[in-house]
């Protein structure tokens, strides 16, 4: 999804903040459940009725998660199982409406109201009923257990620790104070989603499914996120996380599962969920824009770009993000409003990011649109700029680099040089991905099968993860498996 960067919170670079800003570039995004992307709900305007909390809470979800998902057959899959779960649950009494969000985002959560909402990404990943019941039941749980409310009232606190030592004066005392607040938070944080994890097991066997599906969903997201990461060090980021680190929730899952003996059916039903999500949207929306490989499409908006040599994409709900970890570089593409009046070369001087090198701004036309570069430096990254007019908005280019090599200059400037209007026959070709499932057939293999999947890359460890399957796991005749397809 790209959106103008007006609603992007951590964006103004200043020297000060130029590590931030590459930091920023470099992650794609974490999110509550591992493999997801960071996202940042957007402010709405405030009218009326509409106004109301739940109300309010509810359109920022779905303007942040590119709307709701509609597909009949898929809801009222989700809604039987709800159901059951409601009614095995320790507050039989609440009412739980589930909204799919239109998101290839790994993810899943609730409002305090009972608004659940699981994304797309998320029942890509999931390949039976009672996988798709304990995600269900641990998001029922946060609500039976109030724990947004209590979580709420502990960020209070530690605002108010980090406002009395301000106030102090003493920096010292105030920091080890405000650290000591904000780890105390992110394990009360930590201990509710261990609550809800062991709460939600208990729902969902009862219910009749199958209690180890929460440890094998987690055990998927997690290999998900090693997909996705290519290689970063996840343990960094799970440090502060709301929510534990995913292999002592694989272990804590299963203990759980263990502990309730012969509770429940174990009902997966594997065969009728992989039916109702058969053609399912896979990845990014076309409306929104999509990734393939180092290639950015837009139908919509009809351009392309492609990055450069070694990079992975991300489609994020501000931006588009990009990182080549092995390199040290990253890029961010954007958009902006900038009056017709107004010329490129000014607009970069203009002081949205400071530190331009003297004599570096300069005029050019990419592939027939007016444009415009330039060079900043911070400390330890130095970044190459692009702005590019295509018809009536502003494509920002930020390329960024530990090390400015000309050999990475150059990559970039390759890589901006291939941004160009869609032609009619790249548009028609533009087609979105979607879920097939499909059953093995004898002599089928990871491999012979993951063959077919729509991706340039890691075609069977995306099989594999997709189909929750071991990396030394065999294909068994006459089981369904999902791959992904145009």
Not at 228 to 239: Q, Y
Not at 319 to 326: D, H, Q, W, Y
Not at 472 to 478: A, F, I, Q, R, V
């Amino acid at each position: 999804m790209l959106t103008r960067a007006t609603r992007c919170r951590w964006w103004r670079p200043t020297a000060r903040g130029a590590g931030a800003l590459a930091l920023a570039l470099a992650i794609s995004g974490c999110s509550s459940i591992p493999g997801g992307r960071q996202i940042f709900l957007p402010d709405l305007p405030k009218n009326g009725e509409a106004n109301a909390p739940s109300v309010r809470e509810h359109q920022r979800v779905l303007s942040a998660y590119g709307g709701a998902y509609d597909d009949p057959k898929l809801q009222a899959k989700l809604t039987a199982i709800i159901g059951r779960l409601v009614a095995s649950s320790e507050r039989p009494d609440l009412t739980y409406k589930i909204t799919i969000l239109n998101s290839p985002a790994v993810n899943a959560f609730a409002l305090p109201n009972g608004q659940l909402y699981l994304t797309r990404g998320l029942l890509a990943l999931s390949n039976d009923s009672a996988e798709v019941a304990s995600v269900m039941a641990h998001e029922m749980a946060h609500v039976i257990k109030s724990h947004a409310a209590t979580r709420e009232e502990q960020a209070r606190k530690t605002e108010l620790i980090s406002n009395v030592n301000d106030a102090l004066g003493d920096s010292q005392v105030g920091a080890m104070a405000l650290a000591r607040s904000k780890i105390q938070l992110a394990t009360f944080s930590r201990s509710q989603e261990t609550e809800a994890d062991t709460l939600g097991v208990g729902i969902a066997a009862r219910a009749g499914f199958d209690p180890y599906g929460a440890s094998r969903l987690l055990a998927s997201m997690g290999r998900n996120a090693e997909l996705r990461a290519a290689g970063r060090d996840l343990r960094s980021l799970d440090f502060m996380s709301s929510h534990p680190a995913t292999p002592d929730r694989v272990k804590n899952a299963a203990i759980s599962a263990r502990n309730l003996g012969g509770t429940g059916a174990r009902h997966r039903d594997k065969t009728a969920y992989l039916t109702s999500i058969d053609g399912m949207k896979y990845g990014d929306d076309t409306d929104e824009g999509f990734v393939r490989g180092r290639q950015f499409v837009h139908p919509k908006l009809g351009f392309t770009f492609t990055a450069p040599e070694g990079f992975v994409l991300d489609n994020t709900a501000q931006a588009v993000l990009g990182s080549k970890e092995s390199a040290g570089q990253a890029l961010r593409l954007d958009v902006v409003k900038v009056p017709p009046e107004r010329s490129l070369v000014e607009y970069l001087s203009s002081g949205w990011i400071e530190n331009i090198e003297d004599n570096s701004v300069e005029e050019l036309s990419i592939n027939g649109n007016q444009a415009a570069t330039a060079i900043a430096s911070g400390d330890p990254w130095g970044f190459r700029l692009y702005v590019v007019r295509f018809g009536s908005e502003v494509y920002r280019f930020i390329f960024a680099a530990k090390n400015r090599t000309p050999e990475a200059d150059r990559s970039f400037r390759e890589s901006i040089q291939t941004f160009h209007r869609l032609s009619p026959q790249e548009a028609k070709s533009a087609k979105p991905l979607h879920l097939r499932v499909v059953r093995v057939l004898p002599g089928d293999t990871v491999a012979s099968v993951a063959a077919g999947m729509a991706f340039a890359d890691h075609q069977v460890e995306r099989f594999q993860v997709l189909n929750g399957l071991d990396p030394l796991e065999e294909l068994k005749p006459g089981d369904l498996v999902k791959v992904v397809v145009e």
